[in-house]
């Protein structure tokens, strides 16, 4: 089986800057062993600041580390970033519309600056634009939409480069019921029909049990446990996901 994502003993420390009052390094990535399979959706959970937006950061070859390995699509995400950048497509937590642009001006423009030829990128951008539902919108000005609506256009953004690995940080945020199914068939669809690899975090465990090949669960900046949801429930003898996640997050399960 080929993999899409390797990481040895990945290691991030944020060293704080001088001040009156000294302050600890942080520690936000500790030894983090991952792989992540070709074509799979792997789920990646943790409370806020449990080192999972780090990773990512890493991963997409934004963010250096401090020591260890990282390989992402066959190249080395920390050494050949630029050609890691190529092949991949991002929706951070943060991230926002260009609201004076209309939906279809959102997606042409960012695939414009990544180099999707012109013609190629008309059609995917309609084609994207059906897929989340936002046909009837598309010339609307995303400043006018809800939050919902332009989490849908930052969704199709990310996949407008065709990516072969997408990495999608909470995309059903402020999403409603509706929406949040055609964000979630889209990513089935990226997975079962197209081959994609997804890198998802969510907040939203009924999700994970619906979209996820495997999980990750991290704990203070350490892959505490990684596996099919329902073997990670029978290892740690925990009745559902939400009790082993609250278990390993509060320290109430031990996995050490």
Known sequence: MSYAIQ??????????????????????????????????????????????????????????????KAEVLGKDAINDSLSVRKRIGLLPQESSCYELLTAKENILYYGGIHGVDEETLHSRTDELLDLIDLRGRANDLTKEFSGGMKRKVLVARAL?????????????????????????????????????????????????????????????????????????????????LEELFLGLSTGEIDFE
Request: charged letters at 25%; aromatic letters at 4%; proline letters at 3%.
């Open 160 to 240: 407008v480069t065709d990516p072969d690995l997408v990495f999608l940080d909470e995309p059903t945020t402020g999403i409603d019921i509706l929406g949040a199914r055609v964000i979630r068939t889209l990513i089935k669809r990226l997975s079962k029909e197209l081959r994609k690899t997804v890198f998802l975090t969510t907040h939203d465990l009924a999700e994970v049990e619906q979209l996820c090949d495997r999980v990750g669960i991290m704990v203070d900046g350490k892959l505490v446990a990684v596996g099919e949801p329902a073997h990670l429930e029978n290892q740690f003898k925990a009745s559902g």
């Open 7 to 68: 990481t040895q003993n990945l290691t991030k420390i944020f060293r704080q800057k001088l001040s009156f009052r000294r302050k600890q390094p942080v520690k936000a990535l500790d030894n983090v062993n991952i792989t992540v399979n070709t074509g799979e959706v792997f789920g990646l959970l943790g409370k806020n600041g449990a080192g999972k937006t780090t990773l990512i950061r890493i991963l997409c070859g934004l963010v250096r580390p401090t020591s260890g």
